[in-house]
């Protein structure tokens, strides 16, 4: 169903304080109503596809709701701690080892989580490693992903506002288990802001495409 959307309906959003109009292919703005949505700064933000809601992109107010976990034996005690904390605030997860913390390869994890992203089984992941390096430089080899090593809460926050990072990466041997659940709200918190930063990433997508010819 066509659902259309004219100027005194983005006047009523603003005044209930909506930041954020959600559309869709069904969805029509007059011209006026687009002016005032330019006018007041709102921000026109894509339904997710019904793709994407399988993958977990989105949903129940959280900009993910499925998220990928894992990562080597350096960090398994911390991945513990990190899938408690999505789970406690209500975020599905998938838990893709390791199960110990007897020796095993951080690639072998950075591989998977970028595998399940690229075939939608979801739309974000949480590697832990020693430093928070490694398994971010095997995860980027992956066309589409975009994995940041977060040291702190400013470079987790300019990751997904900036980069639209959909791999956040940790140290647990950098950083204290404190630090890495404060990185890791503030990642799970922080939005993709579009606009000029977009035109970047596009940038990094040619690249991309051009290397796979």
């Excluded at 169903?1 to 100027?7: D, G, I, P």
């Excluded at 209930?16 to 559309?23: F, H, I, R």
């Excluded at 007059?30 to 007041?40: W, Y």
Aim: net charge positive; charged share 25%; proline share 3%.
């Amino acid at each position: 169903m066509k659902k259309l959307y004219r100027e005194a309906d983005i006047i009523r959003f603003i005044k209930e304080g909506k930041t954020e109009l959600v559309v869709d292919k069904d969805t029509i703005l007059t011209p006026s109503a687009i002016d005032m949505i330019n006018s007041a700064k709102m921000k026109i933000v894509p339904a997710p596809t019904a793709a994407a809601e399988a993958a977990g992109c989105g949903g129940n107010g959280k900009e993910f709701s499925k998220i990928v976990v894992g990562g080597d034996h350096t960090g398994y005690n911390a991945k513990k701690v990190i899938i408690k904390l999505l789970k406690e605030k209500g975020y599905e997860v998938l838990d893709i080892g390791t199960n110990s913390e007897d020796s095993c390869d951080y690639p072998d994890f950075a591989f998977i989580a970028a595998a399940k992203i690229i075939n939608k089984e979801a739309c974000a992941a949480i590697l832990i490693d020693a430093t928070g390096i490694p398994s971010a430089i095997a995860a980027n080899k992956f066309p589409g992903i975009r994995a940041a090593t977060c040291y702190n809460e400013f470079s987790a926050k300019s990751s997904r506002e900036h980069n639209n990072a959909n791999i956040m990466v940790v140290g647990a041997m950098a950083l204290g288990i404190e630090t890495i659940k404060s990185i890791t709200n503030t990642w799970l918190n922080s939005k993709f802001l579009g606009e000029r930063h977009q035109r970047r990433l596009d940038k990094i997508t040619e690249v991309e495409k051009k290397l796979l010819k």
